[in-house]
């Protein structure tokens, strides 16, 4: 696993800012390509269902484009190793490019995706890096196979455990993207962020991937 370039003492000193923000949009398009760092995204929209594309850039950072809250849509996820416990709110990705909340300790789930605890699909979740500190999934790439998350829906709670976790460059994930994001397989959780800060930009990602636990309790 590859781990980021910003120093840890850097970290948490200088406050939040375009240049220090992860904008992630990244997922997959199944047959319409992928855009990354500056590429234009595709033309065609991501209608209901269908997943959008990717592209990421530091500056300026823009503000996610808010979906309905709909019955079973997550609310807040808890990962006890990061110590996080994290707000959710429903996105959309219009023209193909998914934006993460713009307020680094909220999340934001693909509200065209699957949902949590649904039989079928990916139940995308994705939220800003901030490479001096401060962002929700700042340490996504430090989970490790077993540890657990909760996601909080208006149904109650939905445990998962993780099952694997990578830091993908950006054309390696533009190459599994279809496999890694797909909406047809038994259900699961997908956690995404940014990885590899550059100085500039960030070179990759990090994807988490989590199945529901045996025990819901």
């Not at 398009?29 to 530091?58: E, H, I, L, R, T």
């Not at 700042?138 to 998962?160: A, C, K, N, P, Q």
């Not at 460059?169 to 890694?180: D, Y």
Request: aromatic fraction near 6%; charged fraction near 20%; hydrophobic fraction near 40%.
């Amino acid at each position: 696993m590859t781990t980021r370039s910003d120093s840890t003492a850097e970290r948490g000193r200088r406050p939040w800012g375009p240049a220090v923000l992860g904008v992630l949009g990244l997922l997959l398009v199944a047959g319409a390509g992928f855009a990354w760092f500056g590429q234009a995204p595709p033309a065609k929209s991501a209608g209901p269902g269908q997943p959008p594309s990717a592209s990421a850039s530091v500056a300026p950072v823009a503000e996610a484009t808010r979906a309905r809250w709909v019955p079973g849509a997550p609310r807040r996820v808890v990962i006890p190793r990061l110590g996080v416990r994290a707000p959710v709110v429903p996105v959309k990705a219009p023209g193909g490019t998914l934006t993460p909340p713009s307020d680094p300790q909220v999340l934001g789930w693909w509200a065209d995706g699957a949902r949590p605890g649904a039989a079928r699909g990916s139940a995308l979740v994705t939220g800003h890096t901030v490479h001096t500190g401060g962002g929700a999934l700042d340490d996504l790439e430090t989970m490790r196979r077993g540890d657990r998350v909760s996601v909080r829906t208006d149904h109650g709670w939905i445990r998962y455990v993780v099952r694997s976790v990578h830091v993908y460059g950006k054309g390696t994930i533009a190459r599994q993207a279809e496999r890694l994001f797909s909406q047809d397989v038994v259900g699961r959780l997908v956690l995404i962020t940014c990885e590899d800060w550059d100085g500039t930009r960030y070179l990759s990602n990090v994807v988490v991937v989590a199945t529901p636990s045996r025990t819901q309790h």
